[in-house]
């Protein structure tokens, strides 16, 4: 035990030295400048943002100053539906299954029991972001839709009665009124300087959580074809967001409102390090449409467009594969009467570099309607500059979908993949397009071809061939007889619209 005792107190000295030597060693060596100081890396990283004007500033450099100023201003929406079912098949719907004489004596499922109509109550919540001092409120269209009721809490748990004011499905957003004095508001951010990597908190009331914050940074910006909205232009972050976050706000390190969050990618129900955000701008635009008139008014070009990939950029003659390749002019549209042309491939609008059709739509629709906009495109692998007036985007941009003809193909003109025969009126009509059209209709497909892999379907008709013009089944074999084994550029009339599609051989 003695020389255990004695190792110990030897060890408690040669400690102490270590010890004593470690601090002195850290001294010196921040004095001399050989280590770097933990305190000056985060704000310089943050001041290269060009979306930041205020630092992140307090004590080890954290959020709360940001979280301080805009959590207020983030409220909790719960939404109340009362849903009514039908009686039970067979039984009327009597006024006396409300009876209060008969629910005295048989309880309040004395309806229930006799096949009466059933009333269930639906509840939701979500959040949302005061943006007025007026009490204007926009969140997510899916919080409140078919809301019967809805109650609207702030931070410092005052409620408040919402109203609807409008809704933009379309978007998937909202806008509701609460009235109330000195309201907290946040202000709109400008979502077009977000750059990927930097930091944004999303504040929000997940799982019914009040006043929950977290912290990530921009995975990435213009994000389309999620398959949320009609009208896509994501910000994508890694900030936890769960069910309950939807309406909430997305903020930069200034403390401003940069996005509306409002949906996550998940197998599971919930986070799994992807979220979905409108960008602030979106949500701006729309907003001021819906408190002005009630709805939202977009601007409308009157093409079908499609994505120009690397195929179909060698056929045109382009430099790079980007832009929107018009595959449709509406007649009697703003594109008609500015000059355009199927085939036209749209690079600039408005002064605004074009990269899909997806970023076109996004354009278009939130340009003034009625405003005249220079318009690059290129036609014939040269730049041509058009003027166009924006029209009133239609009410009702959807058509029917095709309907295929399901008779065998008999004695049609033949291709590698598919075959076809001469367009009549008659098949035109039973097809559900214009019976003066000229070209071909596709009346097979083979399996696993080169045509079905590029989308090709029967009851296609193809009105042109690597740009030339096809009339009959005379005509397509006469051209494609010249191809051998090049790609063939199909031009399509579908029930749907028209498009371009590249058959590899």
């Given at each position: 035990?003695?020389?255990?005792?004695t190792?110990?107190?030897?060890g408690?000295i040669?400690?102490a030295?270590l010890?004593?030597?470690?601090?002195?060693?850290?001294?010196?060596?921040?004095r001399m400048?050989?280590m770097?100081?933990?305190?000056?890396?985060?704000?310089?990283?943050l001041?290269?943002?060009s979306?930041?004007?205020?630092p992140v500033?307090?004590?080890?450099?954290?959020?709360?100053?940001?979280?301080?100023?805009?959590?207020p201003?983030?409220?909790?929406?719960?939404?109340?539906?009362?849903?009514?079912?039908?009686s039970?098949?067979?039984?009327?719907?009597?006024?006396?299954?409300?009876?209060p004489?008969?629910?005295?004596?048989f309880?309040d499922?004395?309806?229930?029991?006799?096949g009466g109509?059933?009333?269930?109550?639906?509840?939701?919540l979500?959040?949302?972001?005061?943006?007025?001092?007026?009490?204007?409120?926009?969140?997510?269209n899916?919080?409140i839709?078919?809301?019967?009721?809805?109650?609207?809490?702030?931070?410092?748990?005052?409620e408040f009665e919402?109203e609807?004011?409008?809704?933009?499905?379309?978007?998937d957003?909202a806008?509701?009124?609460?009235?109330g004095?000195?309201?907290p508001?946040?202000?709109?951010?400008d979502?077009?300087?977000l750059e990927?990597?930097?930091y944004v908190?999303?504040i929000?009331?997940?799982?019914g959580?009040?006043?929950?914050?977290?912290?990530g940074i921009?995975?990435?910006?213009?994000?389309?074809?999620?398959?949320i909205?009609?009208?896509?232009?994501?910000?994508q972050?890694?900030?936890?967001i769960?069910?309950g976050?939807?309406?909430?706000a997305?903020v930069n390190?200034?403390?401003?409102l940069?996005g509306?969050?409002?949906?996550?990618?998940?197998?599971?129900?919930?986070?799994?390090?992807?979220?979905?955000?409108?960008?602030?701008?979106m949500?701006?635009g729309?907003m001021?449409?819906?408190?002005?008139?009630?709805?939202?008014t977009?601007g409308?070009?009157g093409?079908?467009?499609?994505?120009?990939n690397?195929?179909?950029a060698?056929?045109?003659d382009?430099?790079?594969?980007?832009g929107?390749?018009?595959s449709?002019?509406?007649?009697d549209?703003?594109?008609a009467e500015?000059?355009?042309?199927?085939?036209?491939?749209i690079?600039?609008?408005?002064?605004?570099k074009?990269?899909?059709?997806?970023?076109l739509?996004?354009?278009?629709?939130?340009?003034?309607?009625?405003?005249?906009?220079e318009?690059?495109?290129?036609?014939?692998g040269?730049?041509?500059?058009?003027?166009?007036?924006?029209?009133?985007?239609?009410?009702?941009m959807?058509?029917?979908?095709?309907e295929?003809d399901?008779?065998?193909?008999e004695?049609?003109?033949?291709?590698t993949?598919?075959r076809?025969k001469t367009?009549t009126?008659e098949?035109?009509e039973?097809?559900?397009?214009d019976?003066s059209?000229?070209g071909?209709?596709v009346t097979a497909?083979?399996?696993?071809?080169?045509?079905?892999?590029?989308?090709?379907?029967?009851?296609?008709v193809?009105?042109?061939?690597?740009?030339k013009r096809?009339?009959?089944?005379?005509d397509?074999?006469?051209?494609?007889?010249?191809?051998?084994d090049?790609?063939m550029l199909?031009?399509?009339?579908?029930?749907?619209?028209?498009?371009?599609?590249?058959?590899k051989?």
């Amino acid at each position: 035990m003695a020389i255990e005792r004695t190792s110990f107190k030897m060890g408690l000295i040669a400690g102490a030295f270590l010890v004593v030597g470690a601090v002195a060693g850290i001294a010196l060596s921040a004095r001399m400048n050989w280590m770097p100081v933990a305190e000056s890396a985060a704000p310089l990283a943050l001041a290269q943002s060009s979306a930041v004007s205020v630092p992140v500033n307090g004590p080890g450099n954290n959020f709360v100053p940001i979280v301080k100023a805009a959590s207020p201003a983030v409220v909790n929406i719960s939404t109340k539906r009362v849903v009514k079912s039908k009686s039970a098949k067979g039984m009327p719907d009597s006024p006396l299954f409300n009876d209060p004489f008969f629910k005295h004596f048989f309880g309040d499922e004395f309806g229930h029991r006799f096949g009466g109509p059933r009333r269930r109550e639906e509840n939701a919540l979500g959040s949302g972001v005061i943006v007025d001092p007026k009490g204007y409120i926009i969140t997510n269209n899916h919080v409140i839709a078919k809301a019967d009721e809805i109650k609207v809490v702030l931070n410092d748990e005052r409620e408040f009665e919402g109203e609807v004011v409008g809704t933009d499905p379309k978007t998937d957003l909202a806008v509701i009124k609460i009235k109330g004095k000195d309201l907290p508001s946040l202000k709109w951010a400008d979502s077009t300087r977000l750059e990927v990597g930097e930091y944004v908190l999303a504040i929000g009331n997940p799982f019914g959580l009040n006043q929950t914050i977290t912290m990530g940074i921009v995975s990435a910006v213009g994000r389309a074809n999620v398959g949320i909205a009609d009208y896509e232009d994501f910000i994508q972050t890694d900030a936890a967001i769960n069910p309950g976050n939807s309406g909430g706000a997305l903020v930069n390190t200034s403390g401003e409102l940069v996005g509306i969050n409002t949906a996550i990618f998940s197998r599971s129900g919930g986070y799994m390090g992807i979220g979905f955000a409108v960008p602030s701008n979106m949500a701006k635009g729309v907003m001021t449409s819906l408190i002005k008139d009630g709805k939202v008014t977009r601007g409308w070009l009157g093409v079908s467009i499609q994505n120009v990939n690397k195929d179909i950029a060698e056929q045109f003659d382009l430099k790079e594969a980007s832009g929107a390749l018009i595959s449709e002019i509406m007649k009697d549209g703003p594109a008609a009467e500015a000059g355009m042309e199927a085939g036209d491939v749209i690079v600039s609008f408005d002064g605004q570099k074009v990269d899909d059709s997806t970023g076109l739509r996004n354009i278009v629709a939130r340009t003034e309607v009625g405003k005249r906009v220079e318009v690059i495109v290129i036609r014939d692998g040269k730049r041509k500059t058009l003027k166009v007036k924006t029209g009133k985007q239609p009410k009702d941009m959807g058509r029917d979908p095709v309907e295929q003809d399901e008779e065998s193909a008999e004695n049609g003109a033949e291709a590698t993949g598919f075959r076809v025969k001469t367009l009549t009126p008659e098949i035109a009509e039973e097809l559900g397009i214009d019976t003066s059209e000229k070209g071909v209709v596709v009346t097979a497909v083979e399996p696993g071809s080169a045509a079905q892999q590029a989308g090709l379907r029967r009851g296609d008709v193809i009105v042109s061939l690597n740009r030339k013009r096809i009339s009959n089944a005379t005509d397509f074999n006469r051209v494609a007889g010249k191809l051998k084994d090049k790609k063939m550029l199909l031009r399509i009339v579908r029930k749907t619209g028209k498009a371009f599609i590249i058959i590899k051989p």
